[in-house]
């Protein structure tokens, strides 16, 4: 059965850091692409960073990028979001997601299946 499990959110000032971690469990991470997107009180989900199977190519939005860093170790089977230099309207709930597809690189909202219970990050002085 396939998981995620989100963790590492809280409450950090402007101008600071978090670190988020995705457990996964079920399946083997080595193969699948592992996203992470956010979603802000009465806004859609949008996508932030996502890192591909086998390769580990990195992609970020233009609203992270430079303050964002995804990792993954697939030997603990976890994905990192580091994020630095936060901002206020980086306020949102963090889920990391995958499609569940093995080798597939697909990294946008629609075509993840499988998504953890989220994590809370809020910026705020």
């Known amino acids: 059965q396939v998981q995620l499990a989100e963790s590492g959110g809280g409450l950090v000032q402007p101008g600071g850091s978090l670190r988020l971690s995705c457990a996964a469990s079920?399946?083997?991470?080595?193969?699948?692409?592992i996203g992470w997107f956010r979603q802000a009180p009465g806004k859609e989900r949008e996508g932030v960073s996502c890192i591909t199977n086998s390769d580990g190519i990195t992609y970020y939005s233009d609203s992270v990028k430079g303050r964002f860093t995804i990792s993954r170790d697939n030997a603990k089977n976890m994905v990192y979001l580091q994020m630095n230099s936060l901002k206020p309207e980086d306020t949102a709930v963090y889920y990391c997601?995958?499609?569940?597809?093995?080798?597939?690189?697909?990294?946008?909202?629609?075509?993840?299946?499988?998504w953890g219970q989220g994590t809370q990050v809020t910026v705020s002085s």
């Open positions: 997601a995958t499609s569940g597809v093995a080798g597939s690189k697909a990294c946008v909202k629609r075509l993840m299946r499988y």
């Open positions: 079920g399946f083997t991470l080595d193969y699948y692409t």
